[in-house]
């Protein structure tokens, strides 16, 4: 059974760090994209970071450019999403997801539960 | 970047009812590399359909379940609405960089 665990969120005052962790199992994690997606309170997906295979890829929306930071660790099935800078705006229930697929052009067949970060004083 | 517009933002209809959901792209969307997802309140996201030139159901995804469309207009069918139906669906395109959403349709019982 495929399985995608996020943790890591919580609440956080604007400017401060966290960082999101999501454990995989059930599938070959090291051979794939992993990605984060967002969602706000009450609104849409947003795609935010994508990391490939062997980390040596990664993508990010222009919102989050510079401020997070995608990796990961194959030896232990696990994708982070290191946030930094942060704004009342990322405050969201974070997914992660996995195509599964070597391919960046793939849906998400696999999500996570989320974890939920909230920015504010 | 790739703006998806969903049509209509809620859609009020019966169990045993059709339902018919868009989306329009604002550029051509590559390959028809767009997916649905259902997402139901306080749950993840799950896809149901997704396109590789022609539209394919999902692992799982009952076939009363279809989607169609190509270029820029795109259509998901449910064809007898049943109770466990009703959420919100999003359209997806990963075709382009970056890959975008819609912001989603909900189909509520009327």
């Known amino acids: 059974e495929v399985q995608l665990i996020e943790s890591g969120g919580g609440l956080v005052q604007p400017g401060g760090s966290l960082r999101l962790s999501c454990a995989a199992s059930?599938?070959?994690?090291?051979?794939?994209?992993m990605h984060w997606v967002r969602q706000a309170p009450g609104k849409g997906l947003v795609w935010v970071s994508a990391?490939?295979?062997?980390?040596?890829?990664?993508n990010y929306a222009d919102s989050v450019r510079g401020r997070f930071t995608v990796s990961r660790d194959n030896a232990k099935n696990t994708v982070y999403l290191q946030m930094s800078s942060l704004r009342a705006e990322d405050t969201a229930v974070y997914f992660c997801?996995?195509?599964?697929?070597?391919?960046?052009?793939?849906?998400?067949?696999?999500w996570g539960q989320g974890t939920v970060v909230t920015v504010s004083s | 970047e790739i703006v998806l517009t969903q049509s209509p933002g809620t859609l009020s209809l019966s169990p045993g009812q059709r339902a018919t959901l868009s989306c329009r792209a604002s550029?051509?969307?590559?390959?028809?590399?767009l997916a649905w997802y259902q997402q139901k309140p306080g749950q993840a996201p799950r896809l149901f359909i997704y396109?590789?030139?022609?539209?394919n159901r999902a692992p799982g995804i009952p076939d009363r379940f279809s989607g169609s469309g190509s270029g820029t207009d795109f259509t998901l069918t449910i064809s007898r609405l049943e109770p466990e139906d009703f959420a919100v669906y999003y359209c997806?395109?990963?075709?382009?960089?970056?890959?975008?959403f819609g912001l989603g349709t909900k189909v509520e019982i009327k």
């Open positions: 059930g599938f070959s994690f090291s051979d794939f994209w």
């Open positions: 997801a996995s195509p599964p697929s070597t391919s960046v052009a793939d849906p998400f067949f696999f």
């Open positions: 990391i490939y295979n062997d980390g040596t890829r990664t």
């Open positions: 997806q395109q990963y075709g382009s960089s970056p890959q975008t």
């Open positions: 550029q051509s969307v590559r390959n028809n590399y």
């Open positions: 396109g590789y030139d022609t539209f």
